[in-house]
């Protein structure tokens, strides 16, 4: 995601962080808010802590998605600076990481990414995929979850394949990773049990794009990991999500 507009923010919640460490430079969590799935940690001694240039010195945080129940039931914990912040809420099966700016609360300054649990999911027709032109969530022109998502991907009109497939490691699972360039099109896939696509922002389309995704199996369960942002910033981010993934941890 470059920031809010590629993903629907009147349907997700944000969770304000709520440790000492962060009380300066966030906003405290709406009562109607679901319970705060981030928790304090000292910070971990390994060379792989996640960092990022303004969270030198930060405590530590744990993402624990235990906490969130059914909108995102796949247990994981990922080891978070002061910098990110989680969003979750509808629809079920997604989660977001966003990278804060200066102010935080600047939602065009927001960047990261997407964590998806696509059993059941669906993807657009590859034939009217690739447009510029706004459009609505139209249900009817997705189709079956293709059994080589990567070809499907790197098909598309206009998709120029920049790295991969390739495997990687994330939290002890192997899986496959590729990195593309695509071309302003309509939102990919479709969530199961979604009421409309993901992405698009407020014109249904999403810019030019560099975009690396990641697909793995965690306990019979296909996880997408996708993180899209404009070609100019996405290789000096890149190694902050990486970052992020290196502490992941899969289970309970």
Known sequence: ????????????????????????????????????????????????????????????????????????????????????????????????????????????????????????????????????????????????WPSDFFGYLASLPGVKVVKGPEPITIGGIRGTRIIVDTPPMHPIVWLKGDTSWMGGGPTGVDPASRRQVVLLEVDGRKILIGYADAPKTFDARLPLVEALFSSTEFGS
Not at 18 to 23: G, I
Not at 49 to 77: E, N, V, W, Y
Not at 91 to 108: I, K, N, R, S
């Open 1 to 144: 995601m470059h920031h809010p507009g590629p993903f629907r923010t009147t349907i997700v919640v944000l969770l304000s962080c709520v440790l000492t460490a962060c009380a300066s430079t966030t906003t405290p969590a709406s009562p109607s808010a679901p319970a705060d799935p981030v928790r304090s940690a000292a910070p971990p001694s390994d060379a792989t802590t996640p960092s990022t240039p303004s969270a030198s010195g930060a405590t530590g945080q744990i993402l624990d998605t235990a906490t969130i129940g059914a909108p995102f039931d796949l247990a994981m914990t990922i080891a978070l600076s002061k910098d990110w912040r989680p969003l979750y809420g509808e629809p079920q099966g997604a989660l977001t990481l966003v990278h804060l700016g200066d102010p935080p609360d600047d939602t065009d300054q927001w960047w990261g990414p997407d964590i998806w649990l696509v059993d059941g999911a669906t993807v657009h027709d590859p034939a009217d995929i690739v447009s510029d032109q706004p459009a609505t969530p139209d249900r009817s022109r997705f189709v079956a």
